[in-house]
């Protein structure tokens, strides 16, 4: 006969082969933090760089009437047009990773959510550096003609806007990376949760 | 007392909840084929229009002394080298694509397959988007001077090679997303095979 000491060892030692559900779910939740709160640096450090890249960008006129101004070209008004774009989805989606990361859900409902941020960091992700390429061609082009000779600031002002730029794209490329991946997770386990 | 007409019923019922192995995996094969075939397609389509896009750059000069050279500028050569990488690695991964739909197994190791796929097909799309938008960015500052006002074959054909080369990007971009999917897969099943 089995003593009652024995009997309730047995029962409280833990079973290696059935892990408890909640233990499961605590380990996926911590993990999803963690991936999001990798995201929401990304975002961040997007965030800054097209801000920064625009307020370069709209400030890059001298004042006078023979002296170049940005609005005269459109691949700069491009450029400030894309990175402005970035800088406010990179703003919101941010405030979204944040209640996500505190709340533990997505502000819209998961499947939207999941297909909303990769369709969106890779549609803008081809804008931010297209704009970007095109703003680097048009430095490359003035760079040889009088605008440059005459005016250097606007053509560094310039190419230090468009260097921000493509530091956003950067940010933006690796949040498109993660965001896919957090979609692959949706599609394969019906759910955002991490393996 | 069950009847032994009953019994044998029973036995060779098929069980509609254990699907026979073959069968799927005969399906799997055929979804494959179909996936891979979809792949075969973008790739030649993209193919086409990279080579298309770089034979109008390379012809992109009038013979003269005094006319303007593709050459003679960075974002022409840039959108020449950008569709001739594509052009050749389109043509490699057809090549790759037909061996799989034929032969039934990948090229490089399943693993290294996928990886490189998807790889190469991401840093490719944002190379050649890069280099189409500084071509257009080049061709708009170019419409507003001589050079295409004393010869304006030089700025339509440049146009001409750009627009194909955005629409080997399109292509590119979808076999992307494909190859994306097909990475995902293995990653979460261990497989290539679709779900």
Redesign the interface.
């Known amino acids: 006969m089995r003593s009652p000491q024995f009997h309730r060892n047995e029962e409280n030692r833990p079973s290696p082969r059935i892990p408890s559900p909640h233990f499961n779910s605590t380990v996926s939740v911590q993990k999803l933090r963690s991936f999001n709160t990798l995201i929401l640096i990304f975002r961040f450090a997007s965030f800054c760089f097209s801000l920064a890249s625009t307020v370069f960008m709209v400030t890059n006129s001298r004042g006078g009437s023979d002296s170049p101004n940005w609005q005269d070209?459109?691949?700069f008004i491009f450029v400030f047009a894309a990175n402005a774009i970035v800088a406010v989805y990179s703003f919101f989606e941010m405030l979204a990773s944040v209640w996500e990361i505190l709340k533990g859900t997505t502000v819209l409902p998961e499947i939207m959510q999941v297909w909303f941020d990769f369709g969106h960091d890779q549609v803008f992700a081809?804008l931010l550096?297209?704009?970007?390429?095109?703003?680097?061609?048009?430095v490359?082009?003035l760079r040889g003609t009088d605008t440059c000779t005459h005016v250097t600031a606007f053509c560094v002002q310039s190419g230090i806007s468009i260097a921000l730029g493509f530091a956003g794209f950067m940010f933006l490329?690796l949040s498109s990376l993660l965001s896919?991946f957090r979609l692959?997770?949706f599609?394969?386990?019906g759910s955002r949760f991490l393996?």
Chains 1, 2 share one sequence.
């Open positions: 070209f459109d691949a081809y550096l297209s704009a970007d390429a095109a703003g680097t061609a048009l490359m082009t490329g896919g692959a997770c599609v394969f386990n393996l």
